[in-house]
């Protein structure tokens, strides 16, 4: 799916996006180095990072530590810290994640009116902005606003990170599936 048929008439990534784009990639590059998927982002709002995650389901074996779950949880703390309204920030905040959001985190950030998601490569398993399911923008009464992606930012750089972990033993899968049997 391209960017014209998920409602971006303006596929334009622009150098600011770029710079969003790279420290998102390394806060992926960090989840790597900690064994997990590596995914990361950061919640951009009036030019300024107010949240930022990478995944953490391993080290916590929690399964709802996604890279945007962080995020999210951060932009509450820096809302508290700072005398902002959350729901009023969220409205104006953009994600840059390195993967099309899953679709439990597509849901969180239509119930918290995220407008923009900018993402690197599609999520074919997950996908909640178009993958698997259009969680972004289908018509789901009673769910929060739609919200507008822009994919496909560095999608060769995304997928390489995915396959370099996904070629690593994972010690927290089930012996039986994904380690050999001894």
């Not at 784009?21 to 990361?40: R, S, T």
């Amino acid at each position: 799916m391209d960017q014209k048929e998920l409602g971006v008439d303006t596929p334009v990534i622009t150098d600011e996006m770029k710079d969003w784009m790279e420290k998102a990639f390394q806060m992926a590059q960090d989840a790597l180095d900690n064994g997990e998927v590596p995914v990361g982002c950061l919640m951009v709002y009036n030019k300024q990072i107010v949240g930022k995650g990478r995944n953490e389901v391993n080290e916590t074996r929690n399964a709802t530590r996604h890279a945007e779950m962080v995020a999210i949880d951060q932009v509450d703390d820096w809302c508290r810290k700072n005398g902002k309204n959350a729901s009023k920030v969220f409205e104006d905040t953009i994600l840059y994640v390195t993967v099309e959001p899953c679709i439990m985190c597509a849901g969180a950030l239509r119930l918290l009116k995220i407008p923009l998601v900018v993402y690197g490569c599609r999520n074919e398993r997950f996908g909640g902005c178009g993958s698997v399911l259009n969680i972004a923008e289908d018509d789901i009464p009673s769910t929060g606003t739609p919200f507008k992606c822009i994919a496909g930012y560095q999608t060769e750089r995304a997928v390489e990170m995915l396959k370099t972990f996904y070629k690593q033993e994972n010690p927290n899968a089930p012996r039986s599936k994904v380690r050999k049997k001894e």
